[in-house]
């Protein structure tokens, strides 16, 4: 019965706090005069990798060096193959030129990054440094490049942005850090349940941190994403999955490994990390053809996922 409480209370409260924070996010981005593709690419991208970052760091630091980086990779595999695929399939996602030739060329050229710093098998504090300093690069460019670009038209209650005015805005950063704080917490319910409910059925700890655990800490980007969909935000639901990959690589490994160097398993350097930029190339070409993610192409990606599972398991 417990068990049962804690995932039905974890999925109710995992999509109202997603709802709080796509509302919260487009009226905060409308108020502040940049575009709601900058706050889905920044505020709400990094916001839900922060179960993430707490992961690797605490696995830094127990000595667990293939959590901390499996975590990293898996979080985004899930990210562009589970969560983008199911949100593509509620509603297809369009997706603007300019963010797939950037934001989308950045992402993969992050995960790069990652694969030519990890071939020596430790991710040292320098590369950390790069990777961080990359990331600071990457949000100058980003915040110069979009905070005029404010297209009322994605706000469905009219064309005019409302006045900014630090009443406002702090009522908006209000619902975004409930959104955020809720999400946390469902995410935890929900995992819990999950993890509980494994353990009862007899299945393995491996096979439950492979899955439950690594889908667990993607949690939030599903919610975000599926509810972004729903109200047809695809800046959110796009800019939400790119921010928190892009963010996931330089801004996590890079934190992670400057706090804590990171042994790098060689599984994970062979065949985790190349898998993560095949299905990031994947995504960026889907984007660019049509500037739109279909949903037999969330279909495709939804498969991909599925024979990723049956060859780590």
Known sequence: MTTALFLLGGLVLLFLAGEILVRGSVLLALRLGVSPLMIGLTVVGFGTSMPELVTSLQAAFAGAPGIAIGNIVGSNIANVLLIIGIAALVSPIPCPTRSVVRDGGIMVAAALALAALTMGGVLTRTDGAILVLGLAVYLILVWHQERRKVPGSDEGAGNDAPKAGAIAVAREIGLVLAGFAGLVVGGRLLVDGAVDLAQTAGVSDTVIGLTVVAIG?????????????????????????????????????????????????????RFDIPVMIGVMLLMTVFAATGARLSRSEGAVLLGGYAAYLLVIV
């Open 217 to 269: 800490t993607s949690l939030p980007e599903l919610a975000t994403s599926f509810v972004a969909a729903m109200r047809k935000q695809s800046d959110i639901a796009y800019g939400n999955i790119v921010g928190s990959n892009v963010f996931n690589v330089l801004g996590i490994a890079g934190v992670t490994a400057l706090t804590h160097p990171i042994a790098v398993p060689a599984e994970v350097v």
